[in-house]
């Protein structure tokens, strides 16, 4: 149980373009939903944090804009990359819980690689 | 605020050999303290945690891991490595708050077993 898919896996897009992610819980209902980013050789780092149903809470320096988060179901939450530019590319990573705002209990996505040319 | 350091960026061990993945980390109050793997193509996976109690903490997979206050570690143990442990391992640390605190990651260890 507990499982969490990503789609795309990989996306490359052109310089300019929006693009979006979409998260699932696919057998629990994810009250909250967690959106990290990882530039290689990083570590993860937390971008948001959203409430089904609510706005999502931005991390300082993430800029809300440009990084839409909706979280409109127990199941699914999207990320949309707005007029996305070569330094976008990156590895997003969306996690999910059943616990509302619970850290200690979060199911990661594999990933998506995006890349912006 | 918290940090996490993994000094070890890749790891090369013999199937059945013992395998120890280091973590450091930062914090001064009482910590929370995780473990994750992450396999191609997977999500990342919880191993085990830690933030009260026995500092002998066992998890999934065979893996335990150690906390040591006085050295500020946490370090990943498994006596005897299968060739299906090659993966990426996470230490992660947040602020003991219930659990509702931000986890801070490490910049993760890569595991590589040769038969």
């Known amino acids: 149980g507990a499982v969490v898919s990503q789609h795309p896996s990989r996306v490359i897009c052109k310089s300019g373009t929006s693009v979006k992610i979409e998260c699932r819980s696919l057998d629990f209902q994810a009250t909250t939903m967690f959106w990290y980013r990882q530039f290689p050789k990083q570590s993860l780092m937390l971008m948001a944090t959203s409430n089904e149903g609510s706005k999502a809470t931005y991390e300082q320096g993430v800029e809300k804009d440009k990084f839409l988060i909706n979280h409109a179901s127990l199941t699914l939450s999207t990320l949309t990359v707005t007029s996305a530019h070569p330094e976008d590319s990156s590895f997003y990573i969306c996690?999910?819980?059943?616990?509302?705002?619970?850290?200690?209990?979060?199911?990661f996505g594999p990933g998506t690689r995006l890349t912006v040319l | 605020a918290q940090s996490v350091t993994q000094p070890d960026i890749h790891i090369t061990v013999s199937e059945g050999a013992s395998l120890e993945l280091r973590c450091n980390y930062s914090y001064g109050a009482t910590p929370y303290l995780f473990w994750y793997v992450q396999s191609p193509g997977q999500g990342l996976q919880l191993l085990l945690k830690?933030?009260?109690?026995?500092?002998l903490v066992q998890g999934i997979k065979g893996f335990e891991a150690e906390f040591k206050r006085s050295q500020s570690s946490f370090n990943l143990r498994k006596p005897s490595v299968h060739w299906s442990d090659a993966a990426e391992y996470f230490c992660?640390?947040?602020?003991?708050?219930?659990?509702?605190?931000?986890?801070?990651f490490g910049t993760g260890t890569k595991l590589q077993v040769i038969p």
């Open positions: 830690y933030f009260s109690g026995d500092t």
């Open positions: 992660a640390v947040a602020p003991w708050a219930g659990g509702y605190q931000k986890v801070t």
């Open positions: 996690s999910a819980t059943d616990q509302p705002g619970r850290t200690d209990t979060q199911y």
